[in-house]
């Protein structure tokens, strides 16, 4: 097998763009939300009872927010992907792609699946129930599943790190990895096609000789 040249920085900066250029459309429509809603006569109270655990505004302020996310979050990592040869914003800068095992493009499920930083963003969806019924359940549940969320995305970006292939969880995962756009795929099944094929060569030649052993006549064995 061709060893692949890792991508790991490169991967680190395309993640650290992602999320940042993520992160300022997530807020687009929370800043419009809370625009809708606030009392502009009194603008900074109005602003602080929405942003404040426990009052009635800051529900709304989550389901914008968790929501947002959501939605934002799989048409980028997911969506983008999918249609974009396997390149968010970050990785068609830093010049890498996710790709699978044979160097094709992942399905648009695969993509969001292998989006480790929405994981959490995926299981607060259902849980947004929990805000009809209480807030403080909500938070904490949320709270608990984000840590576990980046303890994981700890782990996967020391993988990737460590790893000889550069791999992380939400890779292995998905059968995927993220290699540089110039990775050459066809070259690698030329060679795997003629070790086949000598392999195959060698079997027809063990073939050959066993037949070239002709059998003794019966008498030929008698003593």
Known sequence: MIKRKKVSG??????IIDSLILGFVVFIPVVVYIAITLDWENALES???SLTFGEEGYIGFLLTSVVSEFVLGVIYFGYMP???NGQTLGKKILRIKAVDEYGDNLTFAKHCMRAIQNWSVYVSIPLLLLLLVNQNTFVITFGLIGNLVNMLLFVSLILIFAKEDGRGLHDMVTGS??????EDFNQEFAMKAA????WAEVDQEDDLGFQDIE???KDEWDM
Do not use: F, H, T
């Open 215 to 217: 059998p003794k006549e």
């Open 177 to 182: 990895m993220v290699v540089s756009i110039n």
């Open 82 to 84: 999918y249609k974009m």
């Open 195 to 198: 070790q086949l094929g000598d």
């Open 47 to 49: 602003l602080l009872v």
């Open 10 to 15: 490169e991967r680190l900066g395309a993640a």
